[in-house]
């Protein structure tokens, strides 16, 4: 059993650039969760795909947009990339029958604004 | 709004002793409440969490402690070892599952 991927590692941008992360969900998980982390804070979430579909939204403004694959990968688009945008990007996967709050995070791409 | 935070940015234990992580929240409707533990270069790893109707919560060398009169709840570690060295958070999840808030994190530091 795979666990939750993520790619790239890491990113360098300009500001106005848009840009493009990746996620695999671990093997039979189908929905997965996008979350911003800071430096020194906690993750903030950023939203949620479950069968493809957005399923909830926390406060970020639409240049932040996602996709999920019939795979159940998904991928996190951020437009007009913005400086307060540098962070670590992390995606997490839960699967249906577990506990809220169970799911299973990748290792993060950390996207640098400059 | 809601929150989720922490008394203590960091936490220095001896080996051997036992850890208690303090966590405050505002949201009285939180279904459950979750602790993760967040290793240098990896994501938050789910350690334990607590339904809302609970008090206690025990696992492996782990208890959680909620205190919904105060809307405070805590993470003991017994028997601390240089691997629980880490940032740990904690969170809650809302009604409708799909949305978890984290607080921002006490460091712990496990000296040998």
């Known amino acids: 059993e795979t666990g939750v991927t993520q790619s790239p590692t890491h990113l360098i941008k300009t500001r106005g650039q848009q840009v493009t992360l990746r996620c695999s969900s671990q093997s039979g998980h189908n929905t997965v969760s996008w979350y911003q982390q800071a430096l020194g804070q906690g993750p903030q979430f950023i939203f949620q795909?479950?069968?493809?579909?957005?399923?909830g939204r926390g406060n970020f403004p639409p240049r932040f947009s996602g996709l999920q694959f019939p795979n159940y990968s998904s991928e996190l688009n951020v437009n007009a990339l913005e400086l307060d945008d540098s962070a670590l990007y992390l995606c997490?996967?839960?699967?249906?029958?577990?506990?809220?709050?169970?799911?299973?995070f990748g290792p993060g791409t950390r996207l640098t604004v400059t | 709004g809601e929150s989720v935070g922490l008394h203590l940015p960091t936490l220095s234990v001896q080996e051997g002793d036992n850890s208690i992580i303090n966590c405050a929240y505002s949201n009285s409707a939180s279904d459950y409440f979750i602790w993760y533990k967040q290793e240098s270069g990896k994501g938050p790893q789910f350690i334990i969490d607590?339904?809302?109707?609970?008090d206690k919560r025990q696992g492996q060398r782990v208890t959680v402690l909620l205190n919904k009169t105060v809307k405070h709840l805590s993470l003991q570690i017994a028997a601390t070892q240089p691997g629980d060295s880490a940032v740990y958070f904690c969170a809650e999840n809302n009604t409708g599952g799909f949305k978890t808030i984290f607080g921002a994190g006490t460091r712990l530091f496990v000296k040998a």
């Open positions: 997490a996967s839960s699967s249906p029958g577990t506990r809220a709050g169970e799911q299973y």
């Open positions: 607590i339904r809302s109707n609970m």
């Open positions: 795909y479950y069968r493809e579909e957005e399923n």
